[in-house]
């Protein structure tokens, strides 16, 4: 009997450090880098600012476009992210993050990939004022699809400005996050009043590799991380942030 119950313990111990290794490798310390240097920056009050555009809580309203049929379904289901990194920004930045327990559904069909793209846009402008854009941050739960995924800005001084956020072939939720554009002094050198950007859209495109499919995607916490206007010695953010 002895025997019996220290071979159990042991088994519960090893499925233990099994299910550890596993989170560690599903959120790995690369993410979690990432997403400290992210929160740590936006707590630099004085030179810089977080804006979350939308925590897709169902107030936003979005168009939708296709360029060959039609959507199935765009709504905001009770489904959000269930992960340590989505729990760190909540508890890490509560004026700005609150679990409301909604995303944003999207729903369609693919049938020629290599053609179709998706794109969604908000009825109303969102403006992105205070500061120089720097770093976005989004959440998306995608299922292995093959394609990309962009979100799209627009200024009168520099016109149409594309994120790469990148590839969408991964299983469930994940931080994605890359920097704006640009950071060249240019964009310093113009008058802040003009320097309003706002989101446009964001926008999905497959590739030939995509077989066509049911396209199930939601998305969350979009993010822009702003260096401020106000200047100081040493203000402009460096190219080294280090993190892609």
Known sequence: MFCFKYRNRHLEFNSLL???FFSISIFGQDDLSQVDKFISTAKETKKFDLVCLDNFDGETIYKYFRNVSHLQNLS???KIPSSPIFEKETVEL???YTKDGKSLLI???INNPAREKISIEPQFSKYVEGGYPFRVSLWVHSDYYRGNLTIQFKNSVFGVQ???MGS???SGWKRM???F???EKKIRDKTPQKEKFYFSSINIEFNKNQAPAQIIIYLDRLSVLLEKFTEYPGSEVKDSWGLK
């Open 76 to 78: 905001f289901p009770e």
């Open 168 to 170: 969408l072939d991964f």
């Open 18 to 20: 099994l299910l550890l």
């Open 181 to 183: 554009p640009f950071l």
């Open 107 to 109: 729903e369609t069909y």
């Open 162 to 164: 594309k994120v790469n």
């Open 94 to 96: 509560p004026e700005i």
């Open 177 to 179: 996050e890359k920097e």
